[in-house]
């Protein structure tokens, strides 16, 4: 419903006619780790002016590795999941550094990719505003249980839009404007119930350390040791559908397993004291929200204010989570997580998947281009899908094509259910290491 709507409503596209500078260098006073890890590499400030030979840097030749290499990579997969003889029989190991830099990648990508317009930003958030606004009248108007289900899938749909949009402000690619990018991400993420500052904080841990088993924040495996100490009911939650697709709303109050915080506590170990102003300004707009439901729900009746945002938001919550997980787990092949001095930026980064949603992707500003979105967050969505192309011939192997989907992406609901029957734990030891299984929960979740 959502798609035919807002079909013929895509933003002009812009001429552009500057350059500006893509990754921002760790080295700004802006920008800090939550976690120390000396493996993370010098994101140098792009200089758009410097001229390139496009064609020669568009490919990196492949490093042979040598006997021990080879030897110490064989060690290390051995009896994991069977992944020696899937290597074998592949004749290519993901889990192996690859044979370019991310100077190589970030140098095939278009110097306009880079360019962040505000304008076109904006236009996208009238877009879909307008839209969610445009749904809510036409439910109310028509009144009709036939019409009430199809509108709970597509102002879902578009409350994941707006998420999407606040997800581009918190990464900065919304525009170069911090207070702009404040602003906008705080109205977006307040009226869907997400505080915008403290899960933007979270989120770039989740960047900054994606693909490293301890670190990662989003949907990180849990070692051997962690998931035994659960109980029944934590592993049912986590793992059978569909429990896991409901979890953003206690994610953002308690983490993860073996993690704790709140993402509205300024005290939570998720920040630092210089944060502290900005946690407490997102928890204020949140409950200025939750007190405006509130009030809604005594002036129209809890019923009405449930069938117009209740529903809307839990399907909201089930594409945040779904799509999450599928950007990081699911693929036909196993994909490795990485500890200790096998842990990179790059590396890590390479362990993300691109997905195709169909008519899905302009709804939700192709989200599901997510491989170059990790490795450089702060290209717009907008430029995601050229950059991707552009850098495939350097990613070679290390890139892995999703598969096509329909109109509508009901593939990927096999993909979320094969993985979280086979992909419940890690190893508590090894640097480079692939998802398990437990037989009985396994058994259990068929």
Not at 270 to 280: A, G, M, Y
Not at 310 to 323: A, E
Not at 359 to 374: A, E, F, K, M, S
Not at 405 to 416: A, K
Request: aromatic share 12%; glycine share 8%.
């Amino acid at each position: 419903m959502a798609g035919f709507i807002i079909s013929g409503l895509k933003p002009l596209p812009c001429i552009y006619d500057r350059p500006v500078a893509g990754v921002i260098s760790r080295s700004s006073s802006k920008s800090r780790f939550l976690t120390k890890n000396k493996n993370f590499p010098d994101l140098k400030i792009l200089n758009p002016i410097k001229s390139r030979n496009w064609g020669l840097n568009v490919s990196a030749p492949f490093r042979v590795a040598s006997v021990e290499e080879d030897e110490g990579r064989k060690e290390r997969n051995h009896g994991i999941n069977g992944f020696e003889e899937q290597e074998q029989e592949a004749g290519f190991d993901p889990g192996a550094p690859p044979p370019f830099k991310l100077a190589d990648i970030r140098a095939a990508i278009p110097k306009h990719c880079w360019v962040k317009d505000p304008w076109k930003s904006m236009s996208y958030v009238v877009r879909d505003v307008a839209v969610v606004l445009g749904l809510a009248a036409a439910a109310v108007y028509v009144n009709n249980w036939i019409v009430w289900p199809l509108y709970w899938a597509a102002q879902g749909t578009m409350f994941w839009a707006l998420f999407v949009l606040g997800h581009d402000c918190g990464h900065g690619s919304f525009s170069n404007d911090p207070k702009l990018n404040s602003v906008v991400g705080h109205l977006l993420h307040s009226s869907i119930l997400v505080p915008y500052h403290g899960w933007r904080i979270s989120h770039r841990t989740h960047h900054q350390n994606h693909g490293h088993v301890e670190n990662d924040e989003s949907w990180h495996p849990l070692s051997e040791k962690i998931y035994r100490s659960l109980d029944t009911l934590t592993r049912t939650l986590r793992f059978i559908l569909p429990f896991p697709m409901l979890a953003f709303p206690f994610y953002l109050w308690n983490r993860s397993p073996g993690k704790s915080g709140s993402h509205f506590d300024p005290s939570s170990d998720l920040f630092v004291p210089t944060e502290r102003k900005d946690v407490i300004t997102s928890t204020l707009c949140w409950t200025a929200m939750a007190a405006f439901l509130v009030g809604l729900g005594f002036t129209m009746g809890p019923m009405q204010l449930l069938k117009l945002y209740g529903i809307p938001y839990w399907i909201f919550v089930m594409w945040l989570d779904g799509v999450t997980y599928l950007h990081h787990h699911g693929h036909e092949e196993k994909l490795p997580w990485y500890r200790g001095k096998e842990w990179s930026y790059l590396r890590g980064g390479l362990t993300t998947l691109d997905r195709d949603y169909g008519w899905i992707n302009n709804i939700h500003h192709d989200i599901g281009t997510h491989v170059i979105h990790h490795l450089f967050p702060q290209i717009p969505h907008y430029h995601l899908v050229e950059a991707t192309e552009a850098a495939k011939p350097v990613l070679r192997k290390y890139y892995r094509e999703p598969e096509q989907s329909g109109p509508l992406p009901f593939h990927l609901i096999g993909s979320l259910m094969r993985s979280l029957k086979n992909d419940h734990y890690v190893s508590d030891t090894g640097d480079v290491v692939y998802y398990q299984t437990d037989p009985e929960l396994k058994k259990n979740a068929s």
